[in-house]
């Protein structure tokens, strides 16, 4: 794409997830500053308790849980909400009942709050200009549809529908791959595939196409890349 660089990578502190619900919070530490993230580790269960999410989290909640930190981001969705379908969904239909009444009310307070939640789905030359100019960007996927070249497997070994958060940290245009922070991965390395593949695994059914893009200027500082 015109006026990208050919390639661009943050440096984030990878973090792997301690429990089977806590991907997406493990992505957020992955953003996080090194006091600020010993902060939300050192208060773990408290903070959890304050921002209401218990043991599952949405993606509205990952929001909340930035502005906490002073994070700037925009959050863009396929529903402001919960998708009524998920009712029937396997996945959800488990945790909708618990968690309606909490999603629903923090979407409908985000505006009050300061926080850009926005109704559209955004393609992946969005998402390599984001990873270009402002910095990381976190991704709800399927994790069945999702295998690093690295890895050379799924990394959850699940079926049917299996949401997951990942953070994009970069690309190649030469290679066209996209390179990504796995919470379930216990050695840090950083994953890569096909920049098809993680659209593919990031639009399916289940997802709402979710994204949380971040603007950090410390990590925009850190970021390295070359024309």
Known sequence: MNGLPQSK????????????????????LMILS???????????EAICREEGFGSSTWTIDLCYLLLRYQVRHEYFTQTLGIDPNYTQHTYYS?????????????????????????????????????????G?????????????????RNVLEKFGYAGHYVVLSGYDMTSQKVFYHNPEVHDGHICQCLTESMDVARRAYGTDEDIIFIYDQQQSAAASGCQ
């Open 34 to 44: 090194s006091t600020q993230r010993d902060q939300l580790l050192n208060n773990f």
């Open 9 to 28: 990578h943050y440096n984030l502190t990878h973090y792997q997830q301690r429990y089977n619900w806590d991907c997406g919070l493990s992505c957020i």
């Open 94 to 134: 488990k945790i909708i009942d618990k968690d309606e009444k909490r999603v629903t009310r923090k979407f409908k307070d985000a505006k009050a709050h300061g926080l850009r939640v926005e109704q559209r789905t955004v393609d992946m030359e969005v998402i390599l200009r984001h990873l270009a100019r402002h």
């Open 136 to 152: 990381p960007v976190i991704l709800l996927t399927n994790a069945s549809l999702l295998t690093c070249e690295i890895c050379k």
